[in-house]
Structures are given as structure tokens and as C-alpha cells.
């Protein structure tokens, strides 16, 4: 779960710069088109803890917040884009699906992520 006024407070402090440091070019690209660009990183964000979390190594094991991406696939349904490293730790650990779930609340965003064995 992720503070929506946080994220917004780094937007406003940083700007870009921030956003480049931890979300993918895409991901920056289709976050400023938003109304609510706070709310739109915010869950990108909470979906990288959730996901870091879950897979039990937290990101400054090695793996950076970058490396896990997040995109809309049809119906609107979204799933990760992961890079070479994560993929290569999912592997490690015989994790085969990765299930994500994205909500937002008031002034939160949360995400669900589930790691499955295959």
C-alpha cells in the first residue's frame, strides 16, 4: 500500500527525474497523459513492493525497482515487464505465473501480487 500524496509530494519535489529513476520510459509516458498522474504511480509503485516482497528479496538485493514494469494488457488487465535479472531470480525460484492486481482508494494505492510454483 502506497501514500497517493507521497507520490505526489516526490512528483512535485523531483519531477522527471524521479519518475525516470523508477518507473520504465513507457511508463513515464503514459503516467503524464493522466489526469491524476499521483494515483497512476502510485500503484506502479505499490506493485513493485508487492512484487519485490513477495519474491522475498526486496530491491536492494541486487534487482532495482526498475527492472519490473508495469503495463495494461486487453481488457485492461495488468501484468509485469520484467527484465532479463528478474526473470533470471523468478527461475531460480521455480516461480512460473506472476498475478497482479492493482486498486486505489481515498489517498491510497494498493496492489496484490501473487507469485505462483510451476
Keep these: ?68 514494469g508495469v503495463v495494461r494488457k486487453d481488457k485492461g488487465k495488468p501484468t509485469f515487464i520484467l527484465s532479463d535479472r528478474v526473470k533470471n531470480a523468478l527461475k531460480q525460484q521455480n516461480i512460473a505465473f506472476c498475478h497482479l492486481s492493482l486498486t486505489h482508494d481515498g489517498d491510497m494505492a494498493q496492489a496484490l501480487v501473487i507469485l505462483e510454483r510451476g
Design 1 to 68: 500500500m502506497v501514500s497517493i500524496p507521497r507520490i505526489s509530494g516526490l512528483i512535485d519535489r523531483y519531477g522527471e527525474r524521479f519518475l525516470h529513476k523508477i518507473f520504465t520510459g513507457d511508463e513515464v509516458e503514459e503516467g503524464l497523459k493522466r489526469k491524476d498522474i499521483a494515483h497512476f504511480f502510485a500503484a506502479r509503485f505499490a506493485a513493485r513492493e508487492a512484487f519485490f516482497k513477495a519474491l522475498g528479496t526486496g530491491w536492494g538485493v541486487g534487482l532495482s525497482l526498475k527492472e519490473v
